[in-house]
């Protein structure tokens, strides 16, 4: 069995000796992941690099909670629920000892053992009624000091120095004197409850919480306060340990990763004032030295560390139309209905009247691009500032542009009402309108856009990135919040750093900067809000950490330039995680190379994902297309079908590797869409769709995919509860296939269309005075077999001729609600894979002879919540189970009839 995505609930690094040959540098680490204990050691890179993998906890699956490694000894101690884990000499050849307790109600929530001797032993134990006990065994088996101030129960403890620190479920970091028993301070910085606490150098305390964010605070003898706010993204926080500049975490989501820090933590942050003296209306920074400033009498100057020099005065300018072109060279502002150039090296200026007033500016490589109030758009462009050459560009759309973006042949154009418009041809008088995209990004303004290779990447006021593929016409690939945990009420520019690419925009008084890959943000202080001038810059160098990883961002307010310097707080991650909520649905495309996995969650994301060569998982796409939870992922051939709440279809397409999407439609009633099976991608689109108003629809769509172009050729309303799950098979004929549907009252609806969606005949059938909730058919030799799941956990067997004539076979096994069921065939039987909320994987084998359904085997899983579960056949002799629910689960049987097999060949894939 092999577990993605489980939760790293604690870590742990130490000192490693250089005569064990798993540890080859200094530092040796071990995280949780799930009931597995994952061992990293980094390499020359720095780079940690998974070595080992043990399974602890086998019988039970339970979740590791904590891990203690005696370096000398080379023991591993490793707890979970009601198991303790001893394993000695865990770094040659393990060997493991596992203590079982009986059950208890649990009341202490977090402890801390304190000394170095029994004599000395201090135990410090978090209760859930939010008492913190003192208590020195050696001495007394009472209490030595029992600490009340917190109003929740105690979810982490640390001891710096004589000080303790706790944090509960009121969402407070609380500071203690150990000597004394006072209560010094307390502090709030979450927005909900902290679940993890670890000390950081000196006076610095890390805590992290349900949020997804990382507090970072600074303490003396009598305070504690909040000097930085992380947001990370990445989940739940459950875990820290910070070692040598860098702080390891992971989250109830699976995923493990560390930020960095600088060697002063507590000068990662420096806010200072420019020019004091002058009145700033904006400013454009050409160095950390030299900028250029236009005040409040409209005053252009060249400011340096040494001296001021006015270089021109312009009462009317427009203090937003400050703009520095791409070389550095040149500086543009507008008045009214003139441009205003500035050539840097020799301060000589140039004006260009234009037909109409000026609204904005760009510049688009060496020209200058002008928005007029006209809607006439010029493009200008002077060679040595004397001889001005202008070209009207023609839209053909009166919206005003807001953004540009150009290269060899097109220009590409983003207006104030969300538009993109694709311009070729510029060598022409009035160039060519080639295409226009409205509302791109609906009612909202294009803010930036930005040419990477072959794609075209465009942000708006929406709060959407959109990933456009350049070609004939413009396609739409995917579209993506750049983060999950910081809204942005504003998305300004895209900006590039350390060959990384990065979104900023605004939240309220908050400037926001966020990682495009990652999600995580960099970058989050207080500015005044978005309407002022702003610039942002890496640092070339700074005394308190390499400057390639402090950035500089200056804005205007009351009139000033103030600057912030801010270390960069990079994200390595080392697991991804997947979704950050629980997964709904799992699918499978296979390609000549990889296996594709694609699952929908609860978060609303759809998430395509591969295994690399050494098996580690690489997220590929994040796509954000649904508002709402993914309730249903289905694939057939290279199409997938993904549905979920407020009757959200959509339809993707794999294409060199990528998901792009081909089709969407919201539905006119508001529901939830449960599930959705295609019957047939070639040569038309043809798809079943179950809604939780008690309809099931038949869609055809138009071969050109055309959103606006589709047919619904069946329909049923039912008043016999949700329609939960469906199904669909071919007939052995081929002239004609089956749907099923099973509902919340407990009843199986089957209909037999033609080819052309005429119902041959309908069969209803009640399965059990329950609702169902797994449905899985297969049909061969005019025999029809249909596998039901009910929500007591039976698992009922049909085996249906073409007559409607039917045998039931019914097994009670699973003690809880059955989520799915998948009917497999192999050379010798026919075998139904099941999981339940009982967390186990049942397998059992249907005799169509006999008609019976025996139960084989079981497997406990390590998640809690299975949803989904698909089966892929890996050669003729193994078959892997996918299970997907918290987490996901790979769980192999060989053989018929099937046997669990921990172990796959070398040449079998992930």
Known sequence: MKSLCAPVLTIHGSDGAANRPLILTSKFYSSSNGCIVDSYQKDHDELLVLQQEMCVFEERKCNIHGLIYLDKQDILFAYGEKLVAVIRQFSSIPQKQVFTFEDWIQAIMHSILDGDSWNTLRTVVGTVMGDIIISYPSKSSSPFRVLKHHTGMIFGLLIKCSLLFSISDDRSLHMWSLDSGCHLDECYGHSSRPFSICGGPQNVVFTGGQ????????????????????????????????????????TDNGFFGSLTFPEKIEDMQVVDVLYPNISVQSFVALSQQCYYILDSEGALYETNTISLNKILQCNSARSNSLKLSPCRKYIAFSEDQKLHLVRVEDHKCGIFNASDQILDLFWANSCLFLALFNFKNILVLSEDMSEWMSQTVQINLQEVVSCVAVNAEELFLGTRKGSVIVVHNLEVMHGETKQIIKRAHGKDGVTDMKLCKTKLLSIGRDGKMCVWKRGNPLQLLSWSKPSTAVGREWLCRFFEAKNQLYVAGFRGGNFILVNCDSGHSVCDVWCGGRRRAWSLSVLEKSGNCEGSKSLCFEFVIKSRISRITLYMNDLHVIKPNLHLSSITSVAVAETNRDELYVTGGIDGMLLLSRFTTSGSLEIVQRLQAHSSSVFCVFVMDSYFISVGGKSEIFIWRLEDGNLRQVFNIRMKTDCRLLSARFISVSPCIRFLVSCSSGRLMIYELSKDLDSKKYSVLFESISDDGIVVKVSCTCTSSNDSFVCGAISSTGLLHLWNFSEF???????????????????????????????????????????????????????????????????????????????????????????????????????????????????????????????????????????????FCDVVSANSRI
């Open 757 to 899: 969606i005429d119902v041959k005949s309908r069969k209803t059938i009640e399965v059990e005075k329950c609702g169902l909730s797994a449905l899985s058919m297969y049909s061969e030799n005019e025999v029809l077999y249909v596998g039901v799941g009910s929500d007591s956990g039976t698992i009922t067997m049909f085996q249906i001729d073409k007559n409607w004539e039917l045998v039931k076979s019914v097994n009670w096994w699973h003690g809880a609600m059955c989520r799915d069921l998948h009917l497999h065939r192999t050379s010798d039987s026919l075998i139904v894979f099941s999981v339940a909320l009982d967390c186990r994987l049942a397998v059992f084998v249907y005799s169509p002879i006999l008609q019976t359904l025996s139960f084989q085997q079981s497997v406990l899983l390590n998640m809690a919540d299975p949803s989904s579960l698909i089966v892929l056949a890996i050669n003729n002799n193994v078959v892997k189970c996918v299970i997907a629910g918290t987490s996901i689960c790979f769980v192999y049987f060989n053989k018929s009839p099937p046997h």
């Open 211 to 250: 949020d997804g964010s990382i507090c970072v605070w600074l303490f003396n003898e009598s305070f504690v306060s909040l000097l930085k706010l992380l947001h990370t993204g990445c989940g739940v926080i459950r875990s820290f340990h910070f070692l040598s500049r860098e702080l390891f975490f992971g």
